[in-house]
């Protein structure tokens, strides 16, 4: 977060929403990881109320999302990925923090139809 903190403060006003947007995936991923475990329990759980889930497999979903992503923001071939996998894993994670956001993302993206064309 401080990164993202100094990244702002040359000449930008640092807010709430700039700070939060200017946070790594990394980041975010990280925060659901193993030494997290009691932190998720108390608070981040409470994030997800749509689905009895388990911090492991959150973390897990997160780090596939990320792994591809940096695939994809490298320009690394994409030839040996199931991006249909991590669209699901997207859509599964935006359902359980609301099942409406799911909906809304699922009908205005076409990367579904793109994922299921043979390469």
Do not use: C
């Given at each position: 977060?401080i990164?993202?903190?100094?990244?702002l403060?040359?000449?930008?006003?640092?807010?709430?929403?700039?700070?939060v947007?200017?946070?790594?995936?990394?980041f975010?991923?990280?925060?659901?990881?193993?030494?997290?475990?009691?932190?998720?329990?108390?608070?981040?759980?409470a994030?997800?109320?749509?689905?009895?889930?388990?911090?492991?497999?959150?973390?897990?979903?997160?780090?596939?999302i990320?792994?591809?992503?940096?695939?994809?923001?490298?320009?690394?071939?994409?030839?040996?990925?199931?991006?249909?996998?991590?669209?699901?894993?997207?859509?599964?994670?935006?359902?359980?923090?609301?099942?409406?956001?799911?909906?809304?993302?699922?009908?205005?993206?076409?990367?579904?139809?793109?994922?299921?064309?043979?390469?």
């Open positions: 977060m990164v993202a903190i100094e990244r403060e040359r000449g930008k006003l640092v807010t709430r929403g700039r700070v947007a200017g946070v790594s995936f990394a975010w991923a990280g925060l659901f990881g193993r030494r997290y475990e009691e932190l998720w329990r108390h608070r981040l759980r994030a997800f109320p749509h689905e009895a889930l388990t911090r492991k497999d959150l973390s897990g979903r997160l780090r596939r990320q792994r591809f992503r940096n695939r994809v923001a490298h320009h690394d071939s994409l030839l040996d990925q199931d991006a249909q996998a991590r669209l699901e894993d997207m859509l599964a994670i935006a359902g359980w923090i609301d099942p409406a956001a799911r909906e809304w993302l699922a009908d205005r993206t076409d990367a579904l139809a793109v994922a299921q064309r043979e390469p």
